[in-house]
């Protein structure tokens, strides 16, 4: 089993910053790696992902276009935490934010997640 827990969450003015934590109890080497968000009576929806490929720090990513050029996913493999990034905040961002993981190992990103964080609430206010 692997466990996922986030943190970092928070109420932030419109055009601050944030940075989400997700610490996972396994290696995140050779998973997908995903932050999701969901707002009330909104869908659930995909922010960013990245593939961690064993024995290097880098990394696949891709975003939503909602967030391009604004969010940033990363990772810290000797640490096994996820981070996310996110600059140029704007309200319509308000939302819980969740952490997933792949299992291991995988070559690539799907949009099969098998472990999933309980979430941190990010609020921006205009």
């Known amino acids: 089993q692997v466990q996922l827990v986030e943190s970092g969450g928070g109420s932030v003015q419109a055009g601050g910053s944030l940075r989400l934590s997700c610490t996972v109890s396994?290696?995140?080497?050779?998973?997908?790696m995903a932050w999701f968000r969901q707002a009330p009576g909104k869908e659930r929806e995909e922010v960013a992902k990245?593939?961690?490929?064993?024995?290097?720090?880098?990394?696949?990513?891709s975003y939503a276009d909602s967030v391009k050029s604004r969010f940033a996913i990363s990772q810290d493999k000797a640490k096994n935490t996820l981070y996310l990034q996110m600059n140029n905040l704007k309200p319509e961002d308000t939302a819980m934010y969740y952490c997933a993981a792949s299992a291991s190992p995988v070559t690539f990103c799907s949009a099969s997640y098998k472990y999933w964080g309980q979430g941190t609430q990010v609020t921006v206010s205009s």
């Open positions: 396994r290696s995140t080497s050779r998973r997908c």
């Open positions: 990245i593939y961690v490929p064993g024995g290097s720090t880098g990394g696949t990513t």
